[in-house]
């Protein structure tokens, strides 16, 4: 199955930020396209028919197409075609584009922003039941060296999400130092969680001994 991928491009030259774009095949297409973005979920039906309506009569379409948003990098650009190329699908256009004007752009960054921050909020209730269940441990007397390397591995998977979550969090999201903060929390309790198991483990070897001792000193095997 061929996959039709058309790419229009709008650039912009690094010294006067001139509007640079990239003629398409075809003469009678247009290079440039207005992709209107807008949420009606909670308008009445009337709202949402007029505005098709009035959008249609401009010439809009709205096609069956998904849409993803993704903040432009080059290498963004590069792992989208390859995504894409390696897919089932078998139509896709990409799109390099700007918002209109300022406040556009003001909403699309609180989009953005609220997606990381949900991302990092969701982390963040992870972390807190991480160290609800190494206060359970302790309060249970579970604190072994078993029980430390499954915590071990639970905190450097959650060190995994939030890496990942940064790696895609191009303004620095305000939860991100709550769960900076939460996770040196997490690493702090669990060597000190670490560090009990240890003593637990020598205060045994160093009962164990004692009773060979008396064993051995009062020349009989206690059971």
């Not at 058309?6 to 440039?32: N, Q």
Request: one cysteine or more.
């Amino acid at each position: 199955m061929r996959l039709d991928v058309t790419i229009v491009t709008f650039k912009y030259s690094a010294a006067g930020h001139t509007l640079i774009s990239i003629r398409l095949i075809s003469d009678i297409m247009p290079e440039k396209f207005l992709i209107v973005l807008y949420d009606s979920s909670n308008s009445p039906s009337r709202i949402r028919v007029k505005l098709w309506r009035k959008l249609r009569n401009l010439g809009g379409i709205y096609p069956n197409l998904s849409l993803c948003l993704i903040p432009y990098r080059k290498e963004v650009e590069r792992d989208v075609e390859e995504i894409l190329l390696d897919s089932e699908i078998n139509k896709a256009i990409i799109m390099i584009s700007k918002p209109l004007k300022r406040k556009y752009a003001k909403e699309l960054f609180e989009i953005f922003r609220e997606s990381r921050n949900r991302e990092y909020l969701e982390l963040l209730e992870e972390c807190e039941e991480f160290l609800r269940e190494i206060r359970e441990n302790i309060e249970k007397g579970n604190v072994s060296e078993e029980e430390a390397e499954e915590l071990e591995n639970a905190l450097e998977s959650l060190e995994k999400w939030f890496e990942e979550i940064k790696a895609k969090d191009y303004w620095n999201t305000r939860a991100r130092k709550r769960v900076e903060s939460k996770l040196r929390e997490c690493r702090l309790r669990l060597q000190s969680f670490i560090t009990e198991a240890l003593n637990r483990k020598i205060r045994r070897h160093q009962c164990c001994d004692e009773d060979q001792a008396n064993e051995e000193k009062l020349g009989i095997s206690l059971p």
